[in-house]
């Protein structure tokens, strides 16, 4: 391994004081996304007590934000592609701060519903925004240690969270803690007012590399804004029809009515492009069925399967969100040092040695609960520090954060279907077995897929088709798999090819491909 190609051991070095700056405005909106998030899934049996709903129905709650992230993920980010990266920071961290007030002022469950969907659209917003806004701003060969590095504030805002429920609640209402998350916001705020914009963004803006409007592209004027007005409120309502609860068949009919409208939304604004977006959101989704069943309903685990009192919630809270805080940082330095794949999977392998042992401890062995949790965390969620920038690294730069704010986010509906099929899986298991049986299942699924780079793969065999039908080449290299797209700080630290030309803007994903500077090299 060359000194030109790997990351140095201090690596600080070389990073300028505005790279500093630009971490540190990126991170603490990102703390703060975590912190007014995660409240929800501390005060649910406080929340399911005073509303009078059963655990599954509560359970709704968490996955509410779900439902209107993917729309945040498409709109923001492509205010980001289109104005730049920085107001778009700014506007998604004012909304969900202002939808965590919001939530403290609920009168009954459809009111919360109402107000956690608007944390979830500045939570889309923040996610895709703030890593391309980092991704962008750092140094090339440091970018997985840069997704690393943002994501860890998530965790970290969740511990700040956790403490707080036990400093608040006991003493004076679930409300109260929702109110008390404004109050960092504001600073996080004060310190995006004051970046530059995004090193790589103002390159293209300066050269008239106009970039991909997702917004302009799916909603013109004419019968296309109409009708995808149309198809946007049929796949809302068949979200929420979906969490409120139905029979098999009915659930499948509306799930696949909510594929069909993705499909084709992501048709339009990513054209040739689509079945890349897909898989990466099929991928994505995976990821969030392994990680949030854990997230969403460890609190509830521990209060009524081992009866921990709300300190011992926010002690082991505490473990588990340091532990994803390194877990996030490792995965982001080794993704630097031997490339993105082999991070994630070689994570994620490990975590499958901890998922039985946490729900085998029972309620007397705390401080085991405590390392158990740590290391699982660290090595499954923390593992998922890369995932931004291994999905990230299949667009191109002028639909970068519309695209990968919209295929996350879309993804990110797993995080909906979690705590929800937890919590049905718990009534024939326990809540502990179907948390794990989730766990080991899904985690195997995305190490098949990530490993096996499975977007890339079926991009390339839909360039195959298309070039076998006559049609033109996209424009840009193809999406590389297989082990070479992946090898290690080698592909990181390739050197930059030629800008991409600007897309069409009727047709602007149709042959907008990678780009040369930052295709697959992870």
């Not at 090339?140 to 511990?159: D, E, F, H, Q």
């Not at 990110?412 to 024939?428: H, N, R, S, T, V």
Request: with cysteine; charged share 10%; aromatic share 10%.
């Amino acid at each position: 391994m060359s000194r030109s190609t790997a990351p140095p051991l201090r690596w600080r070095a070389e990073l300028s004081g505005q790279d500093w700056k630009a971490f540190t405005a990126a991170w603490l909106g990102y703390a703060m996304d975590g912190f007014d998030f995660v409240l929800i899934t501390l005060v649910l049996t406080e929340i399911a007590h005073d509303f009078h709903l059963s655990t599954v129905t509560a359970a709704t709650l968490v996955s509410a934000a779900f439902v209107s992230r993917w729309f945040g993920g498409l709109a923001i980010g492509a205010l980001g592609d289109r104005f730049g990266r920085r107001p778009a920071m700014v506007l998604s961290i004012a909304l969900y701060a202002t939808g965590s007030v919001l939530c403290g002022f609920s009168w009954g469950y459809w009111s919360l519903f109402a107000f956690r969907m608007v944390v979830g659209l500045g939570m889309a917003g923040e996610y895709g925004t703030s890593v391309t806004y980092l991704i962008e701003s750092w140094p090339r060969k440091l970018r997985n240690t840069a997704s690393g590095m943002i994501l860890s504030g998530y965790p970290l805002g969740g511990v700040l969270a956790a403490k707080t429920y036990a400093w608040v609640v006991p003493h004076s209402s679930w409300r109260v803690l929702f109110w008390i998350g404004v109050l960092p916001v504001v600073l996080a705020i004060y310190l995006r007012r004051k970046l530059p914009e995004a090193a790589e963004w103002q390159q293209a803006a300066d050269a008239g590399r106009r970039p991909v409007s997702a917004t302009a592209i799916l909603f013109a004027a004419g019968r296309r804004r109409a009708a995808n007005i149309v198809l946007c409120l049929v796949a809302a309502v068949a979200l929420v029809a979906v969490l409120r609860g139905q029979d098999t068949a009915v659930t499948l009919a509306l799930v696949a009515v909510v594929t069909a409208c993705f499909v084709t939304l992501t048709v339009q604004f990513a054209g040739r492009l689509w079945p890349v977006v897909v898989a990466l959101m099929v991928t994505v989704f995976c990821a969030f069925l392994y990680s949030w069943p854990l997230q969403a309903l460890l609190p509830t685990y521990l209060k009524t399967s081992l009866h921990y009192s709300p300190d011992q919630v926010s002690d082991a809270l505490l473990y588990a969100g340091c532990g994803y805080a390194v877990g996030s940082v490792l995965s982001g330095y080794l993704g630097d040092r031997f490339g993105t794949r082999i991070a994630y999977t070689g994570m994620l392998t490990a975590s499958l040695a901890f998922v039985v042992p946490v729900f085998a401890l029972g309620s007397g062995h705390t401080v085991w609960m405590w390392v158990l949790l740590f290391l699982l965390v660290g090595t499954g969620s923390g593992g998922s520090g890369v995932l931004p920038k291994y999905v990230s690294d299949h667009y191109p730069l002028q639909m970068r954060a519309a695209a990968l704010g919209f295929s996350y986010n879309v993804g990110a509906l797993g995080g909906a279907a979690a705590p929800i099929l937890g919590a049905k899986l718990a009534k024939p298991l326990s809540l502990g077995t179907s948390i794990a049986v989730l766990g080991v299942a899904l985690t195997a699924l995305v190490v098949l897929l990530v490993g096996c780079d499975v977007p890339a793969r079926v991009q390339a065999a839909a360039d195959r088709r298309a070039e076998r039908a006559g049609l033109p080449p996209r424009e840009g290299p193809a999406p590389r798999h297989g082990p070479a797209a992946d090898t290690g700080p080698a592909a990181v630290a390739a050197p930059p090819g030629p800008p991409a030309p600007p897309a069409p803007p009727p047709a602007a994903g149709n042959g907008a491909g990678p780009d040369p500077d930052t295709s697959k090299r992870t």
